[in-house]
Nanobody, 124 residues
Framework: VQLQASGGGLVQAGDSLRLSCATS????????IGWFRQAPGKEREGVAC????????YYADSVKNRFTISRDNAKRTFYLQMNSLKPEDTADYYC??????????????????WGQGTLVTVSS
């Protein structure tokens, strides 16, 4: 049972990047999946979440209209498409499994499985 995030890198402000979260070992229908990030010296914050029950998506205000969370059930992979990146988006990004089908916005409660981080660095 695991989540594996990938796709981070060094980009310039205004660029786009797509993160992937490969999953294995559990039934996707039972869990919502969220993306979180943690910048150096800052607390972890929720970025996006997608519910398995109805596909509803939720975003932090700071990324709304720039980031898109999606899923490919056949590949068991979740994505975070990040457009118009800003230096303040620089952080380690993590995907995580919530032990409910529905999201609670982008709140970080009730997550029981975390992937390793993938570093996104946005230069100005």
């Amino acid at each position: 049972v695991q989540l594996q995030a990938s796709g981070g890198g060094l980009v310039q402000a205004g660029d786009s990047l797509r993160l992937s979260c490969a999953t294995s070992g559990f039934t996707l229908d039972y869990y919502a999946i969220g993306w979180f990030r943690q910048a150096p010296g800052k607390e972890r914050e929720g970025v996006a979440c997608i519910s398995s029950s109805d596909g509803m998506t939720y975003y932090a205000d700071s990324v709304k209209n720039r980031f898109t969370i999606s899923r490919d059930n056949a590949k068991r992979t979740f994505y975070l498409q990040m457009n118009s990146l800003k230096p303040e988006d620089t952080a380690d990004y993590y995907c995580a499994r919530r032990y409910f089908r529905a999201c609670d916005g982008v709140e970080g409660t009730s997550y029981d499985l975390w992937g390793q981080g993938t570093l996104v660095t946005v230069s100005s």
